[in-house]
């Protein structure tokens, strides 16, 4: 499976997973492998939904809340946030 297959292609998480994945043939390990995956993407699924939640209540009530994300690295100069609009 290449990078651009991969749900979360730059996740240690996913990339272990898949390392495990190739090196069983065994098809109950398999199963379990495929079930903890899952997990752990249904994870990731709920927290950018709870990243979306929080941003949209800040775009809506921008007075009362302030969202800030903090994400990886870019290849910016600047070590400030921005802002999604000018």
């Given amino acids: 499976m290449s990078a651009m ?9 996913c990339a272990v997973h898949h390392q495990l994945m190739s090196a069983t043939s065994c098809p109950r390990e398999k199963a379990r492998l495929k079930a903890v995956q899952l997990i752990h993407l249904e ?16 775009r809506l009530h921008p007075k009362q809340y302030t969202s800030i994300m903090i994400d990886g690295a870019d290849t910016s100069d600047f070590m400030l946030p921005h802002h999604s609009f000018r």
């Fill in 5 to 13: 297959e991969m749900p979360c292609a730059n996740c240690q998480t």
């Fill in 43 to 58: 994870r990731v699924k709920r927290e950018r939904l709870s990243y979306m939640k929080r941003q949209r209540l800040a």
